[in-house]
């Protein structure tokens, strides 16, 4: 079975762009997850879809969105890029009903 | 509320044991615990759930006090394949299905 996959796995995008990350989840997974994940800072959750819903949602600005689609692809959306935003942006999909979760290689974000 | 794990760093010898705690200000339903190496995605290593169980994986071991609402984590015999940083996951007693995870320990294992 595949695993979840992320694209593009590196990024370098410079302040006030914006940016579309992509993640593909395990086939059978129907919730994604996405987290931001920074030095010292651990795993901080964004946010969660199952059936093209946001289930979940963590603390961040509205700048950071998401989307999910019938196939239970994901879409991690970042407007007006800041410096603050360069990252690891990892994506897992898990069963419905289990909370093990399976990640994927991660994104690397940079912002110039 | 995020857990808090101890300690956020350790080196050892080939050999050595090492504990690796998480600590969380809410009741739990579950903690699960993640390894993720240098420039890999995390994996996962175990899940606990509330009843005080502890469980095994090889040498790394675990266990889960839901009256402290803490979880230990116990490398026995470390190995130089046991490098990386290991992060606790909580999930809180509504069951919510969703992970609150730690900062991280980052263990780093010598010859």
């Known amino acids: 079975k595949a695993g979840v996959t992320q694209t593009p796995r590196y990024l370098i995008k410079t302040r006030g762009q914006q940016v579309t990350l992509s993640c593909s989840p395990i086939?059978?997974?129907?919730?994604v997850s996405w987290y931001q994940q920074t030095p010292g800072q651990g795993l901080q959750f964004l946010f969660e879809y199952f059936s093209e819903t946001q289930r979940n949602k963590g603390n961040f600005p509205g700048r950071f969105s998401g989307r999910q689609f019938s196939n239970s692809r994901s879409e991690m959306n970042v407007s007006t890029l800041e410096l603050g935003d360069s990252a690891l942006y990892l994506c897992?999909?898990?069963?419905?009903?289990?909370?093990?979760?399976?990640f994927g290689p991660g994104t690397r974000l940079t912002v110039l | 509320q995020q857990p808090v794990q101890s300690p956020q760093a350790v080196i050892l010898r080939e050999g050595e044991d090492a504990v690796i705690n998480c600590s969380s200000s809410?009741?739990?339903?579950?903690v699960h615990w993640y390894r993720q190496k240098h420039g890999e995605a995390p994996v996962f290593l175990m899940i606990l759930l509330k009843g005080g169980e502890q469980k095994g994986h090889e040498k790394i071991s675990a266990s889960f006090n839901e009256k402290k609402q803490q979880s230990s984590l116990y490398l026995t015999a470390s190995q130089l394949s046991y490098s990386g940083t290991y992060f606790c996951g909580t999930e809180g007693s509504s069951n919510t299905g969703k992970l609150i995870f730690g900062q991280g320990t980052t263990l780093q294992v010598k010859p």
């Open positions: 809410k009741a739990l339903y579950s």
């Open positions: 086939s059978g997974h129907r919730s």
């Open positions: 897992a999909s898990s069963l419905e009903g289990m909370s093990e979760e399976f």
